[in-house]
């Protein structure tokens, strides 16, 4: 059929990502097998840098045909031309832009992931991205930004406002209860091999809000993009 031929013909990219994720135990042999699976056919691979150095070294394991391709920090010029786009955005944030270098938020913006997180929080236009630069550190900052992203991710001019508030609230507390678990667990760290996602949600205390900060940068995208 069409899909057996796209395969054949080489037509079809896999991307495998988070190899990082995977039991440890389990992350040689499964490099090993793709290594012979894509002697001739594309393959991409994703893991974290410092994971998949620790298994080439501990194991010799690797994917031998490979190029590596390391994402690097974003620098102050590109987090800037990122920010400044689309063009609606541009004004609320040109003040923040002008500032922008040699702050907390400069740090906090040199991930593909937080940059991204940042636009995409402060794309309604009802929001004032120049509270950042009232934030006293990286942590009050990466908590503020994850707040705003998923008020903006929930909201949906197509649906009634109180459905997307409901929405939104749902989404906060499944979040919530998960960071809470990650938090007891002592780890920052979601695995799908790991983790036990309990049906009913228990209340907690006030400050679960700032667990967030644990759960999402192993999370967001898995449950809104990728960058």
């Given at each position: 059929?069409?899909?057996?031929?796209?395969?054949?013909?080489?037509?079809?990219?896999?991307?495998?990502?988070?190899?990082?994720?995977?039991?440890?135990?389990?992350?040689?042999?499964?490099?090993?097998?793709?290594?012979?699976?894509?002697?001739?056919?594309?393959?991409?691979?994703?893991c974290r840098s410092v994971d998949y150095e620790r298994l080439v070294a501990?194991?010799?394991?690797?994917?031998?045909?490979?190029?590596?391709?390391?994402?690097?920090?974003?620098?102050?010029?590109?987090?800037?031309?990122?920010?400044?786009?689309?063009?609606?955005?541009?004004?609320?944030?040109?003040?923040?832009?002008?500032?922008?270098?040699?702050?907390?938020?400069?740090?906090?913006?040199?991930?593909?992931?937080?940059?991204?997180?940042?636009?995409?929080?402060?794309?309604?236009?009802?929001?004032?991205?120049?509270?950042?630069?009232?934030?006293?550190?990286?942590?009050?900052?990466?908590?503020?930004?994850?707040?705003?992203?998923?008020?903006?991710?929930?909201?949906?001019?197509?649906?009634?406002?109180?459905?997307?508030?409901?929405?939104?609230?749902?989404?906060?507390?499944?979040?919530?209860?998960?960071?809470?678990?990650?938090?007891?667990?002592?780890?920052?760290?979601?695995?799908?091999?790991?983790?036990?996602?309990?049906?009913?949600?228990?209340?907690?205390?006030?400050?679960?809000?700032?667990?967030?900060?644990?759960?999402?940068?192993?999370?967001?995208?898995?449950?809104?993009f990728t960058v």
């Open positions: 059929d069409d899909a057996a031929r796209l395969v054949r013909e080489g037509l079809v990219l896999p991307v495998l990502d988070g190899l990082d994720e995977v039991r440890t135990g389990w992350q040689a042999a499964i490099v090993r097998d793709l290594d012979r699976w894509a002697a001739d056919r594309p393959l991409v691979l994703t501990a194991t010799g394991a690797l994917l031998s045909r490979a190029a590596v391709v390391e994402i690097q920090p974003v620098d102050v010029e590109q987090a800037i031309a990122f920010l400044r786009e689309p063009a609606p955005a541009r004004a609320r944030w040109e003040p923040v832009l002008a500032k922008l270098a040699g702050t907390p938020l400069a740090e906090v913006l040199s991930t593909p992931l937080m940059v991204s997180v940042a636009r995409a929080a402060y794309a309604p236009a009802t929001t004032d991205p120049a509270e950042l630069l009232a934030l006293p550190n990286r942590a009050a900052i990466t908590t503020k930004l994850f707040d705003s992203f998923l008020n903006s991710a929930y909201t949906d001019d197509t649906r009634e406002p109180e459905d997307a508030a409901r929405r939104r609230k749902s989404a906060l507390r499944w979040l919530s209860n998960l960071a809470y678990q990650l938090s007891e667990r002592g780890r920052r760290d979601w695995s799908w091999h790991t983790f036990v996602l309990v049906g009913r949600l228990v209340r907690r205390p006030a400050n679960q809000n700032r667990m967030l900060a644990w759960l999402i940068p192993g999370l967001a995208f898995a449950f809104f």
